[in-house]
């Protein structure tokens, strides 16, 4: 990605920066269960409280929204799978100046860290 990117300030996140195509492009599963869908997707599509996560071999449907500890006000994504339920800690955005590229990095519950990029 060679567009210069620019930091998102967290604690003023509107949720529709995070809605489209995301692509995973890293991750660092730690002590995930490997087998999880969210551990094996490619790609996740968020759609205003809509979520759909794909793999290799499935594809799942499910709801997201975003949630804010009371104390810094850190925005976290609430995701609810059919098989699967956690939270993801938003640790960074970052985004173009026309907005069309992004960069978004989570951190799991479970440990894991996923990097994710749009388009």
Not at 11 to 29: A, I, M, Y
Not at 34 to 57: F, I, N
Request: hydrophobic share 35%.
């Amino acid at each position: 990605m060679s567009e210069l990117l620019f930091d998102v300030n967290l604690q003023q996140l509107p949720d529709e920066f995070l809605t489209g195509d995301w692509r995973v492009t890293n991750r660092v599963l730690n002590r995930t269960d490997p087998d999880s869908s969210l551990a094996q997707a490619t790609c996740l599509r968020l759609e205003p409280g809509q979520l759909q996560v794909q793999a290799a071999q499935q594809v799942q449907n499910g709801q997201w929204s975003v949630q804010r500890d009371a104390l810094l006000q850190r925005p976290y994504l609430d995701i609810q799978l059919e098989d699967e339920r956690t939270r993801a800690l938003i640790t960074r955005l970052r985004r173009s100046a026309d907005g069309q590229t992004s960069q978004l990095n989570l951190y799991f519950l479970s440990g894991m860290e996923v990097l994710l990029t749009q388009p």
